[in-house]
């Protein structure tokens, strides 16, 4: 009651205000006048209608002056109220690309501070996740005026990443210059979770290409090179028998027989690294039963393996999934755990396949968004893309497991 009193008692006193001032006005317009003509002002006659005309003329300049601050302050204010409440976050930079003003959309998606102001846009701006941004100013989307949603990456000042769409517009501001205004909506779940379905599909398409190009080259090394450099050293063996009484020769002979046995052994290890035939042939048990001996031999590591579960195959995108993961797995514990023993389990439960690798070593603390090496990373996304995940648990002085589950039923299906 009292504020719509309020807002009467002031709209009475700026009409009676503006009316004073209108009248003040008509006055001074007519003296003017009367003073160009050389008329008298004691002429009331020709005075009085004059001032009328003069008196109506301002009046409704004042009214149409009003009436036109009342709606510019009506879009003002209701402009105001969409940009604080609209669902999409709202960014106005200068041209300098400094954030000078955002509503509480744009701060709560992109982590911003209430006065978020003179940031640069472009710490913010990423190309693709997981990259430092390769952009300048002339190739910048915002800066080229583009007027299409973009689909960009967002690093938020607490480093996480977020996929946003953003739609640019520009205006020209009396005071600053160009000024450009950037709607910002996040990435749908469903478009994200259909992100992640096509970047699966790559990357699994990727892996299964690097397996088919290893396949090949590991046949190439073991049925090309390999055999011709066996019959090399069969050819060298039937010359040095020919040599005989020749010392010298049968010693030189002899020497390059043992470095070329010693290259045949090299490239057999070389092949079964690359892709061992016994993965295809036989299986992921026997692969793994070969692979462990060659390392453990290799690293002075021992290591003890054990199989449960039916004698069935797995798929085989699961074979070379596991068996890649448990090469990994070694790899980084004779890098880095500095472990005597390892323990490995291969189950193969009704529904999905489990693996686990434990070694007795030095361990390392898990520290929550501590960034991931490049091996743990290649065993992640080798689980991910067939619906499994990776769970490493580590204790310093005792040592680090790494757990593995591979469901049969998505990407991993015979």
């Not at 973009?150 to 520009?170: G, K, N, Y």
């Given at each position: 009651m009292?504020?719509?009193?309020?807002?009467?008692?002031?709209?009475?006193?700026?009409?009676?205000?503006?009316?004073?001032?209108?009248?003040?006005?008509?006055?001074l317009?007519?003296?003017?006048?009367?003073?160009?003509?050389?008329?008298?002002?004691?002429d009331?006659?020709?005075?009085?209608?004059?001032?009328?005309?003069?008196?109506?003329?301002?009046?409704?300049?004042?009214?149409?002056?009003?009436?036109?601050?009342?709606?510019?302050?009506?879009?003002?204010?209701?402009?105001?109220?969409?940009f604080?409440?609209?669902?999409?976050?709202?960014?106005?930079?200068?041209?300098?690309?400094?954030?000078?003003?955002?509503?509480?959309?744009?701060?709560?998606?992109?982590?911003?501070?209430?006065?978020a102001?003179?940031?640069?846009?472009?710490?913010?701006?990423?190309?693709y996740?997981?990259?430092?941004?390769?952009?300048?100013?002339?190739?910048?989307?915002?800066?080229t005026?583009?007027?299409?949603?973009?689909?960009?990456?967002i690093?938020?000042?607490?480093?996480?990443?977020?996929?946003v769409?953003?739609?640019?517009?520009?205006?020209?501001d009396?005071?600053?210059?160009p000024?450009?205004?950037?709607?910002?909506?996040?990435?749908?779940?469903?478009?994200?979770?259909?992100?992640?379905?096509?970047?699966?599909?790559?990357?699994?398409?990727?892996?299964?290409?690097?397996?088919?190009?290893?396949?090949?080259?590991?046949?190439?090394l073991?049925?090309?090179?390999?055999?011709?450099?066996?019959?090399?050293?069969?050819?060298?063996g039937?010359?040095?028998?020919?040599?005989?009484?020749?010392?010298?020769?049968?010693?030189?002979?002899?020497?390059?027989?043992?470095?070329?046995?010693?290259?045949?052994?090299?490239?057999?290890?070389?092949?079964?690294?690359?892709?061992?035939?016994?993965?295809?042939?036989?299986?992921?048990?026997?692969?793994?039963?070969?692979?462990?001996?060659?390392?453990?031999?290799?690293?002075?590591?021992?290591?003890?393996?054990?199989?449960?579960?039916?004698?069935?195959?797995?798929?085989?995108?699961v074979?070379?999934?596991?068996?890649?993961?448990?090469q990994?797995?070694?790899?980084?514990?004779?890098?880095?755990?500095?472990?005597?023993?390892?323990?490995?389990?291969?189950?193969?439960?009704?529904?999905?396949?489990?693996?686990?690798?434990?070694?007795?070593?030095?361990?390392?603390?898990?520290k929550?968004g501590?960034a991931?090496?490049?091996?743990?990373?290649?065993?992640?996304?080798?689980?991910?893309?067939?619906?499994?995940?990776?769970?490493?648990?580590?204790?310093?002085?005792?040592?680090?497991?790494?757990?593995?589950?591979?469901?049969?039923?998505?990407?991993?299906?015979?």
């Amino acid at each position: 009651m009292n504020t719509g009193r309020k807002r009467y008692g002031r709209m009475a006193f700026f009409l009676l205000m503006n009316g004073l001032l209108t009248v003040m006005t008509s006055l001074l317009i007519v003296i003017s006048i009367f003073a160009m003509m050389g008329v008298q002002l004691t002429d009331r006659v020709r005075l009085l209608p004059v001032f009328i005309f003069v008196l109506v003329v301002t009046t409704a300049f004042f009214i149409i002056i009003y009436w036109q601050g009342r709606w510019l302050r009506t879009e003002q204010q209701m402009l105001s109220n969409v940009f604080e409440h609209i669902s999409d976050g709202v960014l106005v930079l200068n041209k300098y690309l400094e954030i000078v003003k955002s509503n509480p959309a744009a701060r709560e998606l992109l982590q911003l501070p209430e006065d978020a102001k003179k940031i640069s846009y472009c710490s913010l701006c990423s190309n693709y996740p997981g990259l430092e941004k390769l952009c300048d100013y002339d190739s910048c989307y915002v800066a080229t005026h583009q007027h299409e949603p973009v689909e960009v990456q967002i690093r938020t000042p607490v480093s996480e990443s977020a996929s946003v769409t953003v739609t640019t517009s520009e205006y020209e501001d009396p005071d600053h210059g160009p000024m450009f205004i950037l709607r910002v909506r996040k990435v749908g779940d469903e478009r994200k979770e259909e992100q992640e379905k096509i970047a699966k599909m790559i990357t699994r398409s990727i892996l299964q290409a690097q397996e088919n190009e290893r396949k090949r080259i590991s046949r190439e090394l073991h049925d090309g090179i390999g055999q011709q450099l066996y019959i090399m050293m069969i050819h060298l063996g039937m010359i040095k028998a020919e040599a005989e009484g020749q010392d010298s020769i049968i010693n030189r002979l002899g020497e390059l027989e043992e470095s070329t046995r010693l290259l045949i052994q090299d490239v057999r290890h070389l092949s079964a690294e690359l892709r061992p035939s016994t993965l295809d042939d036989i299986g992921l048990v026997a692969a793994l039963r070969n692979y462990i001996q060659d390392y453990s031999h290799k690293f002075g590591i021992q290591v003890h393996f054990a199989y449960e579960g039916s004698k069935e195959r797995f798929p085989a995108p699961v074979e070379t999934a596991l068996y890649r993961i448990c090469q990994e797995a070694l790899i980084n514990a004779a890098k880095y755990a500095q472990t005597e023993n390892i323990h490995i389990l291969l189950d193969r439960e009704p529904d999905q396949a489990r693996l686990s690798v434990q070694d007795f070593g030095v361990g390392f603390e898990l520290k929550p968004g501590t960034a991931r090496g490049v091996g743990l990373y290649s065993m992640e996304e080798r689980a991910g893309i067939l619906g499994g995940s990776v769970t490493i648990t580590s204790q310093k002085t005792k040592g680090t497991k790494i757990e593995v589950r591979i469901p049969f039923t998505e990407g991993g299906d015979q």
